[in-house]
T-cell receptor
Framework: DAGVTQSPTHLIKTRGQHVTLRCSPI?????VSWYQQVLGQGPQFIFQYYEKEERGRGNFPDRFSARQFPNYSSELNVNALLLGDSALYLC?????????????FGPGTRLTVT | QKEVEQNSGPLSVPEGAIASLNCTYS??????FFWYRQYSGKSPELIMS????GDKEDGRFTAQLNKASQYVSLLIRDSQPSDSATYLC??????????FGTGTRLQVFP
């Protein structure tokens, strides 16, 4: 079975530009969460979606937005990129965000902002 | 602010030894706990989950949870050089998001 997929794998953008990252969850998983991981740190929660509804938002500015589609895939959008947005962006899927359901990560998108 | 604390390491152990990785968390209401392994340049890979006090074993891995002490640990028996990675402790909070520690870097030398 296919795991979580993310695209693109790598991305280089210039300050002020906009970026869209994409994620497809494991088949049967209806929840997607987005995390940002900078070098030397653990992943930081950005958003969680379940059944196309936003269930949670982390401490990130409004430049960050996301949505989930009817097929449960998801997009993360970041506007007005800053150098500090350079990071590994991770998508994780789970069957259900509640109870004891585990989250499985995709390979990530490495974003470099110059 | 909810926190998950881990020693950043590196923790160096010889091949064949037991590696012990520790994690403490601040939110006493947390109910779900996870260990992820992350190789350099790769994404985190789930290796263990634990929800009840006590031990949970899976192959060479044993997770231990003590909710009263707000402490969770991971033991790796018969450590192999391929176990060299960063191990991330994650705690699910009451809004169902994962809060990660900074990770412990494990080095297993031959």
């Amino acid at each position: 079975d296919a795991g979580v997929t993310q695209s693109p794998t790598h991305l280089i953008k210039t300050r002020g530009q906009h970026v869209t990252l994409r994620c497809s969850p494991i088949s049967g998983h209806k929840s997607v969460s987005w995390y940002q991981q900078v070098l030397g740190q653990g992943p930081q929660f950005i958003f969680q979606y379940y059944e196309k509804e936003e269930r949670g938002r982390g401490n990130f500015p409004d430049r960050f937005s996301a949505r989930q589609f009817p097929n449960y895939s998801s997009e993360l959008n970041v506007n007005a990129l800053l150098l500090g947005d350079s990071a590994l962006y991770l998508c994780a899927s789970s069957i259900n965000p509640t109870e004891n359901y585990e989250q499985y990560f995709g390979p990530g998108t490495r974003l470099t902002v110059t | 602010q909810k926190e998950v604390e881990q020693n950043s390491g590196p923790l160096s152990v010889p091949e064949g030894a037991i590696a012990s990785l520790n994690c403490t968390y601040s939110d006493r209401g947390s109910q779900s706990f996870f260990w992820y392994r992350q190789y350099s340049g790769k994404s985190p890979e789930l290796i263990m989950s634990i929800y009840s006090n006590g031990d949970k074993e899976d192959g060479r891995f044993t997770a231990q949870l003590n909710k009263a002490s707000q402490y969770v640990s991971l033991l790796i028996r018969d450590s192999q050089p391929s176990d060299s990675a960063t191990y991330l402790c994650a705690v699910k909070d009451n809004t169902d998001k994962l809060i990660f520690g900074t990770g412990t870097r494990l080095q297993v030398f031959p």
